[in-house]
């Protein structure tokens, strides 16, 4: 699963490591802060954003090619660009093609969405808000800081090893100042989002936006992350490395005070945009992207590669980039992917001899999966912790030169209770015929009136979310538990 902000910034961070470490602190003009940023100037803000900025697009699954949806969301960056103090970043805004719910900005004014994030949002004063507080991050130059604060941490941990080695403490110093490095590139400080919130206020009201939006907005990605934390099974409120709320921290209260803290005056007729918004994002991709495959339930489709299979009872998918992972709650994991076959001419000498060639299988098994030559062996291994644990690799043949593998872990005191649903899973797998791909539609995102027959139950049955559809529902109709249908206005729902 590649959907994650901080593999990037690690790698940002490695390829700008060396630029320096005679520090000077220098006053931002739009947080009337001096804040320290080593040697890093504006203009390596906007060398870095360039630089970053191809590889961050392709990681999120490319730009959403939907030519109005994307000049919206440019001309409403622009909008608020314009009231920005560093009128020197070339700023651009990118729509990212994924349903993962996510904003973030590289240095020099580059902004991503993602068209998850649209989804959730009710008006253009919401995706403003969003925009905006990203804004903030790039005018506060929070990147800078927080890299400057890298190399320092870096410092710390060079001083750390030297002094560590001369006392005789060896690697264990140098590790405490590795995790002191990661940390300080993790996350923004609570400082650093309430600044960017403040700012965001600034440049929101500057442009005519209400900038109670926030607020509004904040709320739906709290109720949003205690669906998603429940559909995951974990506790309600809990958040994850792949969820906005987890790398954005922020309250109601914390919004509230920003806006205070701004001191604008409010606009006299602030712009919401509720149907302009609603009518623009009408029609709009939702979940996956037919290129990526798509998850329903516990089925994976896909109809450009053309094959589906199904895992068992008790696990959820998830649709990354390079592979496909299913997980339980107890810690058994099925990864699906490809591979390239060398010079094997079965699946059997593939899976010893290319797939696992330093591991010896047990029980390595020829076996056909709805026409498809096939072959399986498994072994009992460590896992990191030092946990027991069986594997089982599953290659079952594409064509001469590719593989689809299935690789099955799970705890080795749970191998008797699973073994029954990953025979399943393994065949299940099977092609797709042209008819039967044809006929899976991605799913999009409609706006419909309410109509005086209609039920939360009906209305979100299309949804892919199984038993979660209603409190899906809920989320992108910003309706509380429990509240009714409302009559008069239009609903978003899912439909293929
Ligand atoms: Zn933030």
New binding site residues.
């Given amino acids: 699963m590649k959907y994650d902000r901080r593999h990037f910034l690690a790698g940002a961070m490695a390829s700008t490591a060396l630029i320096g470490l005679s520090g000077c602190t220098t006053v931002n003009p739009a947080t009337g802060r001096s804040s320290f940023t080593g040697l890093y100037s504006v203009e390596d803000d906007i060398k870095l954003g360039r630089q970053e900025h191809p590889k961050l697009v392709e990681q999120f699954g490319g730009e959403y090619e939907n030519p109005r949806l994307k000049r919206y969301v440019v001309e409403t960056g622009n909008k608020l660009a314009r009231g920005t103090e560093y009128q020197q970043f070339p700023y651009q805004f990118t729509l990212l093609n994924t349903p993962i719910v996510n904003a973030?900005a590289l240095p020099g004014g580059y902004v991503y969405m993602s068209r998850g994030l649209l989804a959730l949002a009710s008006n253009e004063a919401e995706m403003a808000g969003v925009l905006a507080?990203?804004l903030?991050?790039v005018n506060a130059r929070h990147s800078a800081e927080r890299i400057s604060a890298a190399q320092m941490a870096q410092l710390g941990m060079l001083l750390g090893a030297v002094g560590g080695s001369a006392l005789g403490l060896g690697s264990e110093a140098l590790q405490i100042g590795q995790q002191i490095a990661m940390l300080s590139i993790q996350s923004?400080s609570r400082q650093?989002?309430f600044e960017?919130?403040t700012l965001g206020v600034r440049y929101m009201s500057r442009a005519g936006y209400e900038p109670d939006a926030m607020v509004t907005f904040l709320s739906t990605l709290r109720e949003q992350s205690i669906v998603d934390a429940e559909m995951r099974g974990l506790p309600p409120g809990s958040v994850d490395q792949f969820n906005m709320m987890s790398?954005?921290p922020?309250t109601k209260d914390r919004v509230e005070a920003a806006i205070k803290a701004a001191a604008v005056s409010r606009p006299d007729n602030p712009r919401i945009g509720r149907d302009t918004y609603l009518a623009k994002i009408d029609g709009m991709l939702f979940g996956d992207d037919p290129s990526q495959g798509y998850v329903k339930g516990r089925l994976f489709q896909h109809p450009e590669l053309r094959f589906q299979f199904q895992v068992p009872e008790g696990f959820r998918l998830m649709n990354g980039r390079d592979q496909i992972v299913a997980q339980n709650q107890s810690g058994a994991a099925i990864i699906f992917d490809t591979g390239k076959v060398q010079r094997s001419r079965d699946m059997a000498s593939y899976l010893q001899n290319e797939w696992t060639p330093n591991t010896p299988l047990r029980d390595v098994e020829r076996i056909t999966i709805n026409g498809q030559e096939a072959a399986t062996g498994w072994v009992r291994g460590q896992d990191r912790r030092g946990g027991t644990v069986d594997l089982r690799g599953v290659a079952i043949r594409r064509n001469a030169q590719s593989v689809y593998r299935m690789l099955f872990v799970n705890p080795a005191k749970d191998s008797p209770r699973l073994a029954r649903g990953f025979r399943e899973t393994t065949y299940s797998f099977r092609r797709l015929s042209q008819a039967e791909a044809s006929k899976i539609k991605p799913l999009r995102l409609l706006l419909v009136p309410a109509r005086k027959s209609d039920s939360i139950g009906g209305l979100s049955k299309t949804l892919p979310y199984g038993k979660y559809n209603e409190s899906w529902f809920r989320v992108l109709n910003d309706l509380k538990p429990n509240e009714a249908l409302p009559q008069n206005r239009r609903l978003k729902v899912v439909a293929a």
């Fill in positions: 973030f507080h990203e903030g991050h923004y650093q989002e960017a919130d790398t954005h922020r």
